[in-house]
């Protein structure tokens, strides 16, 4: 059977997947229409990979699950390594990303290749790392951690949720993820996502 916590990071990894897939959405269709993107609505989706899989996400994974895993399943240590490794590459890369972005909006045209360059290198680096969580770390984590440990993860993982998984916002982000489902294209959000170029 599997445990909550597995099925909270699956949720959330495929939610984190859908926002970086429509962010390059976003940036095909403005090219398309020879548009610029909305600027506010990427801005609100850095911010949501900031807030939700940079800082609570890895943080269940890197202080919760691989500690124990290393405990009861030594043998994937340097993968675990590896993954925390990433995940404290991924808060360097997140804040160079947002310096692209506001490059981009102050700048304008002549820092879009630099900005969607750096975004697809962060998509690529993201859903390989995933990959890596879904098909190296939690088969063993199913096989080798006891009832108790699920139990306790299990606690954790549940005790704050990512709204983009279908569960309501705090008050505090409730702003920010409106604005996220109302402008960006699918497959997370209502429709497409730009202005007319300047």
């Avoid at 020879?34 to 600027?39: N, T």
């Avoid at 895993?69 to 490794?85: C, M, N, Y």
């Avoid at 088969?139 to 709204?163: H, I, K, M, N």
């Amino acid at each position: 059977m599997t445990s909550i916590s597995v099925r909270v990071m699956h949720d959330e990894h495929q939610a984190l997947a859908a926002v970086l897939r429509s962010m390059s959405m976003m940036l095909t269709e403005a090219r398309r229409l020879q548009a610029l993107p909305d600027f506010a609505v990427l801005r609100a989706m850095l911010f949501y990979i900031d807030e939700f899989p940079q800082q609570l996400h890895h943080a269940r994974e890197s202080e919760l699950l691989f500690p124990r895993l290393r405990e009861k399943a030594p043998e994937i240590a340097p993968v675990l390594d590896r993954l925390d490794r990433e995940h404290a590459a991924g808060e360097t890369m997140i804040r160079e990303l947002g310096h692209a972005l506001l490059a981009f909006e102050m700048m304008g045209r002549s820092r879009w290749a630099a900005f969607e360059d750096r975004l697809e290198r962060y998509v690529r680096f993201y859903l390989a790392h995933m990959s890596t969580e879904e098909r190296e770390v939690l088969p063993v984590a199913q096989a080798r951690l006891s009832a108790q440990d699920w139990g306790e993860l299990d606690a954790a993982f549940t005790a704050r949720r990512d709204p983009l998984t279908g569960y309501e916002p705090e008050e505090d982000y409730r702003e920010v993820f409106r604005r996220i489902v109302d402008n960006a294209p699918a497959p997370i959000g209502l429709g497409p996502a730009m202005r007319k170029a300047a």
